[in-house]
């Protein structure tokens, strides 16, 4: 990441072991270190999502070493956009800060075929979203 990050986004799901892992990742992978990434959950596993792992490795990015984080409430406060997925009310709400929520399937315990759309479809609105920041991202 470069010294000066333009802005910073928390992705947050229930368990931090897929869709906020995904976004995180792509995110970090296309925003070239011009975005701080964060990502955490309300109820965090215990693992990332093998299935997830295995479907962002297909696209070049390595997610095994990533641990799901517990969601505080520093987190949300130090991030310009806050971006949830599915975590409902558990998320700190602060006045001022950009807040999305992304309705996208969830992949516990589904296969890697299963995983593909959502990993597809997040990596297309972190595009979006980059675009939404004027931040050019990677091809």
């Given at each position: 990441?470069?010294?000066?990050?333009?802005?910073?986004?928390?992705?947050?799901?229930?368990?931090?072991?897929?869709?906020?892992?995904?976004?995180?990742?792509?995110?970090?992978?296309?925003?070239?270190?011009?975005?701080?990434?964060?990502?955490?959950?309300?109820?965090?596993?215990?693992?990332?999502?093998?299935?997830?792992?295995?479907?962002?490795?297909?696209?070049?990015?390595d997610i095994s070493?990533?641990?799901?984080?517990?969601?505080?409430?520093?987190?949300?406060?130090?991030s310009d956009v806050?971006?949830?997925?599915?975590?409902?009310?558990?998320?700190?709400?602060?006045?001022?800060?950009?807040?999305?929520?992304?309705?996208?399937?969830?992949?516990?315990?589904?296969?890697?075929?299963?995983?593909?759309?959502?990993?597809?479809?997040?990596?297309?609105?972190?595009?979006?979203?980059?675009?939404?920041?004027?931040?050019?991202?990677?091809?």
């Open positions: 990441m470069s010294d000066n990050p333009e802005s910073s986004v928390l992705f947050v799901c229930v368990h931090n072991a897929g869709r906020s892992q995904m976004g995180a990742a792509f995110l970090s992978h296309l925003g070239a270190g011009r975005v701080e990434v964060r990502s955490a959950g309300s109820a965090p596993a215990g693992t990332v999502n093998p299935a997830v792992v295995e479907a962002m490795r297909e696209v070049g990015i070493a990533e641990t799901p984080k517990i969601l505080t409430v520093e987190a949300v406060r130090s806050v971006i949830t997925m599915g975590c409902g009310d558990a998320c700190p709400y602060f006045p001022g800060k950009r807040y999305l929520d992304w309705t996208l399937d969830d992949p516990a315990g589904q296969g890697v075929d299963a995983v593909r759309p959502i990993r597809d479809e997040i990596e297309r609105r972190v595009r979006a979203l980059l675009t939404e920041l004027g931040i050019e991202s990677r091809a």
